[in-house]
């Protein structure tokens, strides 16, 4: 398949430009390769496998829980923020790629053209064009291949696809995103949505509530192959705040501290901040999210740092209050000391058999 890319040479001291026409075969360039063929470290198809039983396990007989991955967030004009992938779908799929949709079934069902099937995964087709502008896509094989899923299909699919909701005792779902931009492509976002709202508008068995529930209980328990990417984000986190205080002096600037700790984290592989990192010296110090990050620190300042690296869809948080001329005044030491005490009261208190808000109340007692 034959394209034409169009070239404009901008000429100095001229309002011309020169159109030259180059002709390529897509199929002879090198297309950026999925992200998992540079990481070693993901997690295995069966992860999300055992989370979708899982989630399956909870859920009441002959019910039916969907999930629409995030939608595509605009920054400005024709950039997009960077994507990032809803946690929850996430945890049920693998899948980093917007415009899809996930449907887990309690039991199996049996559909047209001898299709018997317990989950089904739509997602984007491939699109060698779009490909060029955004990075490979999975695609129906790849899903199947790499996510393990049981049964994909291309989003477009999702538009006419027969599901029966009205036969089921219950559908689980999200509360509906109401702030997603039609992009007029078929199978975007936007449709899916839309599609799912037509077939199942008027309907007494959609509950909002369950699914929400469900996946609170489900992710709060980790297992060992997230405690193992947890235990990254933390350690490159605390090696971003170290290499913060051993640099850290007065004259130097909040995004200055800001670009210490996110370079530690892109060094050590992070893809993302967990959150705006919050750099805030002096007055900045005592707003609880602070990220504008601009202000010069002087000597008597501290600086608050509360920071997380995201590594592979886990996120760190980790603060500490730091003295920006390297030591604490007889007033700042006691207040510090207090709140050590605090934490170190909270950390005792993560035992086996205690409540999850057990360290918060021992810490603030």
Same mark, same amino acid.
């Given at each position: 398949?034959k394209?034409?890319?169009?070239?404009?040479?901008?000429?100095?001291?001229?309002l011309?430009?020169?159109?030259?026409?180059i002709?390529?075969?897509?199929?002879?360039?090198?297309?950026s390769?999925?992200?998992?063929?540079? /990481?070693?470290?993901?997690?295995?198809?069966?992860f999300?496998?055992?989370?979708?039983?899982?989630?399956?396990?909870?859920?009441?007989?002959?019910?039916?829980?969907?999930?629409f991955?995030?939608p595509i967030?605009?920054?400005?004009?024709?950039v997009?923020?960077?994507?990032?992938?809803?946690?929850?779908?996430?945890?049920?799929?693998?899948?980093?790629?917007?415009h899809?949709?996930?449907?887990?079934y309690?039991?199996?069902?049996?559909?047209?053209?001898?299709?018997?099937?317990?989950?089904?995964?739509?997602?984007?087709?491939?699109?060698?064009k779009?490909?060029?502008?955004?990075g490979k896509?999975?695609?129906?094989?790849?899903?199947?291949?790499?996510?393990?899923?049981?049964?994909?299909?291309?989003?477009?699919?999702?538009?006419?696809?027969?599901?029966?909701y009205? /036969?089921? /005792?219950?559908?689980?779902v999200?509360?509906?995103i109401t702030?997603?931009?039609?992009?007029?492509?078929?199978?975007?976002?936007?449709g899916?949505?839309?599609?799912?709202?037509?077939?199942?508008?008027?309907? *007494?068995?959609?509950?909002?509530r369950?699914?929400?529930?469900?996946?609170?209980?489900?992710?709060?328990?980790?297992?060992?192959?997230?405690?193992?990417?947890?235990?990254?984000?933390?350690?490159?986190?605390?090696?971003?705040?170290?290499?913060?205080?051993?640099?850290?002096?007065?004259?130097?600037?909040?995004?200055?501290?800001?670009?210490?700790?996110?370079?530690?984290?892109?060094?050590?592989?992070?893809?993302?901040?967990?959150?705006p990192?919050?750099?805030?010296?002096?007055?900045?110090?005592?707003?609880?999210?602070?990220?504008?990050?601009?202000?010069?620190?002087?000597?008597?300042?501290?600086?608050?740092?509360?920071?997380?690296a995201?590594?592979?869809?886990y996120?760190?948080?980790?603060?500490?209050?730091?003295?920006?001329?390297?030591?604490?005044s007889k007033?700042e030491?006691?207040?510090?000391?207090?709140?050590? *005490?605090?934490?170190?009261?909270g950390?005792d208190s993560?035992?086996?058999g205690?409540?999850f808000?057990?360290p918060?109340?021992?810490?603030?007692?």
């Amino acid at each position: 398949m034959k394209q034409t890319l169009l070239i404009l040479f901008l000429i100095p001291f001229s309002l011309l430009a020169q159109e030259i026409k180059i002709n390529f075969v897509l199929d002879s360039l090198t297309i950026s390769k999925p992200h998992s063929i540079y /990481d070693a470290d993901l997690l295995p198809a069966s992860f999300f496998a055992k989370n979708r039983q899982a989630l399956r396990d909870s859920m009441p007989k002959n019910s039916v829980a969907i999930l629409f991955s995030n939608p595509i967030r605009n920054r400005s004009n024709d950039v997009d923020y960077e994507y990032h992938q809803n946690p929850n779908f996430y945890y049920l799929t693998g899948l980093r790629e917007p415009h899809s949709v996930v449907i887990i079934y309690k039991e199996h069902q049996e559909f047209e053209n001898n299709l018997a099937t317990n989950e089904i995964l739509f997602l984007q087709k491939k699109d060698k064009k779009n490909e060029l502008w955004t990075g490979k896509r999975l695609g129906i094989e790849g899903a199947v291949v790499s996510l393990g899923i049981a049964t994909a299909m291309e989003n477009e699919a999702f538009l006419s696809f027969e599901n029966e909701y009205g /036969d089921f /005792d219950e559908i689980l779902v999200f509360e509906e995103i109401t702030d997603i931009k039609n992009t007029f492509e078929k199978g975007d976002l936007f449709g899916l949505l839309q599609s799912f709202k037509a077939t199942s508008q008027n309907l *007494k068995n959609i509950n909002t509530r369950n699914l929400r529930t469900i996946m609170a209980s489900l992710r709060q328990i980790k297992s060992e192959e997230e405690i193992v990417l947890l235990r990254k984000a933390i350690d490159m986190t605390c090696e971003a705040q170290i290499e913060l205080m051993k640099a850290l002096k007065p004259s130097m600037t909040e995004y200055e501290s800001e670009a210490i700790v996110e370079y530690v984290f892109k060094k050590n592989g992070a893809e993302h901040t967990g959150f705006p990192s919050i750099l805030g010296g002096g007055e900045n110090s005592c707003i609880i999210h602070y990220t504008s990050n601009r202000k010069k620190l002087t000597g008597k300042d501290m600086l608050v740092s509360d920071i997380g690296a995201e590594y592979h869809g886990y996120t760190a948080d980790v603060t500490r209050t730091i003295p920006v001329d390297g030591h604490f005044s007889k007033e700042e030491k006691i207040i510090y000391n207090i709140v050590l *005490k605090a934490q170190q009261a909270g950390i005792d208190s993560c035992k086996v058999g205690n409540k999850f808000w057990t360290p918060h109340n021992v810490a603030t007692k």
